[in-house]
């Protein structure tokens, strides 16, 4: 159980990029070399179970996916099976196939079997939680299914437990806690550890997120807790959508890294900080207030993120 035991520290920042409140950064990028941040939470408890009934994982993800990579790493690691259904046909000519790109490369590497889904089948496996069921022999109990990102009720269990972190090293809570959000299991365990209290904002990291706030409070519900309303999600700070960036967000993203030495990527987490900083700077958060930003990981993803164009 090494493997789930771990916590990652709490850091203070002082910069003037956020001016005028108490800033610390919950590194969960740190919690693993290749197992890291948010998903390292949303896996903990999947894994535990798994551990116990020995199934093959399954799950999906685009090509970049950084779920598929921590799924990869942590099968290899317990020893497990793993398939990736990948969105997207692999590129192929006449020749032969092309070759994977890194994160597919490493996922291989770990033994993960890939098998690629057309963009339809993709769509239905988010829509039929049974869909997964024709890419795998007929015998599904020797299978363990988890949904695009790892979003699921044990997920939300493992999230909660970062807000006792930050309990135990500030002797208590921030007034905020603030994420990016893909999928929004990471805010709704956020949400469910802190049990009512205080109040997190999310950054969508994808364009059109209204529905985030409604699957939000349902995986709440799927997991056995109230739909919490101490929260809102900011729509405006995607820069174009999934994986875009601006210059200015990478100019952000290079002059923070620079100044702090915590590396950050453009898809998730430096757009919650470049947000973070539009708060401070058009005065929309309380002078002094304290605020846990959490830095969510998936730093494996620089690797790609300009091929980005829809997938996670």
Same mark, same amino acid.
């Given at each position: 159980?090494?493997?789930?035991?771990?916590?990652?520290?709490?850091?203070?920042?002082?910069?003037?990029?956020?001016?005028?409140?108490?800033?610390?950064?919950?590194?969960?990028?740190?919690?693993?070399?290749?197992?890291?941040?948010? $998903?390292?939470?949303?896996? $903990?408890?999947?894994?535990?179970?798994?551990?116990?009934?020995?199934?093959?994982?399954?799950?999906?993800?685009?090509?970049?996916?950084?779920?598929?990579?921590?799924?990869?790493?942590?099968?290899?690691?317990?020893?497990?099976?793993?398939?990736?259904?990948?969105?997207?046909?692999?590129?192929?000519?006449?020749?032969?196939?092309?070759?994977?790109?890194?994160?597919?490369?490493?996922?291989?590497?770990?033994?993960?079997?890939?098998?690629?889904?057309?963009? *339809?089948?993709? %769509?239905? +496996? %988010?829509?039929? $939680?049974?869909?997964?069921?024709?890419?795998?022999?007929?015998?599904?109990?020797?299978?363990?299914?988890?949904? *695009?990102?790892?979003?699921?009720? +044990?997920? #939300?269990?493992?999230?909660?437990?970062?807000?006792?972190?930050?309990?135990?090293?500030?002797?208590? +809570?921030?007034?905020? #806690?603030?994420?990016?959000?893909?999928?929004?299991?990471?805010?709704? @365990?956020?949400?469910?550890?802190?049990?009512?209290?205080?109040?997190?904002?999310?950054?969508?990291?994808?364009?059109?997120?209204?529905?985030?706030?409604?699957?939000?409070?349902?995986?709440?519900? *799927?997991?056995?807790?109230?739909?919490?309303?101490?929260?809102?999600?900011?729509?405006?700070?995607?820069?174009?959508?999934?994986?875009?960036?601006?210059?200015?967000?990478?100019?952000?993203?290079?002059?923070?890294?620079?100044?702090?030495?915590?590396?950050?990527?453009?898809?998730?987490?430096?757009?919650?900080?470049?947000?973070?900083?539009?708060?401070?700077?058009?005065?929309?958060?309380?002078? @002094?207030?304290?605020?846990?930003? #959490?830095?969510?990981?998936?730093?494996?993803?620089?690797?790609?993120?300009?091929?980005?164009?829809?997938?996670?």
């Amino acid at each position: 159980m090494t493997l789930l035991s771990f916590s990652s520290p709490l850091q203070p920042i002082v910069s003037t990029f956020f001016p005028d409140i108490h800033l610390w950064i919950k590194r969960d990028d740190l919690l693993h070399p290749s197992v890291s941040g948010n $998903k390292f939470r949303k896996l $903990k408890y999947n894994l535990m179970l798994a551990e116990e009934r020995r199934p093959t994982l399954i799950s999906m993800g685009g090509a970049w996916s950084n779920h598929l990579h921590a799924l990869a790493h942590a099968a290899q690691l317990l020893d497990l099976n793993s398939i990736g259904l990948v969105r997207g046909l692999r590129p192929s000519s006449y020749v032969g196939q092309m070759p994977l790109n890194a994160t597919l490369q490493d996922c291989q590497s770990a033994g993960m079997q890939l098998q690629f889904v057309s963009r *339809e089948d993709y %769509r239905l +496996l %988010r829509e039929d $939680k049974n869909a997964w069921q024709r890419w795998v022999a007929k015998d599904h109990d020797n299978y363990l299914w988890l949904p *695009e990102g790892g979003s699921n009720a +044990l997920a #939300i269990k493992g999230v909660a437990e970062l807000i006792e972190e930050i309990r135990l090293a500030l002797n208590g +809570l921030p007034d905020t #806690i603030m994420l990016a959000c893909g999928t929004g299991a990471t805010l709704a @365990g956020v949400l469910a550890g802190l049990g009512g209290q205080g109040r997190v904002i999310g950054i969508a990291a994808v364009s059109n997120a209204d529905y985030l706030r409604q699957q939000v409070q349902q995986l709440l519900l *799927e997991a056995g807790y109230p739909a919490y309303q101490n929260f809102d999600i900011l729509l405006d700070f995607t820069h174009g959508g999934f994986a875009k960036t601006t210059p200015a967000l990478l100019e952000f993203c290079a002059q923070f890294s620079h100044a702090t030495q915590i590396p950050i990527e453009p898809v998730y987490t430096g757009k919650m900080l470049y947000a973070l900083r539009d708060l401070c700077k058009t005065g929309r958060l309380a002078k @002094g207030e304290q605020m846990v930003a #959490i830095h969510t990981g998936g730093l494996q993803g620089l690797r790609g993120f300009q091929s980005f164009s829809a997938d996670q």
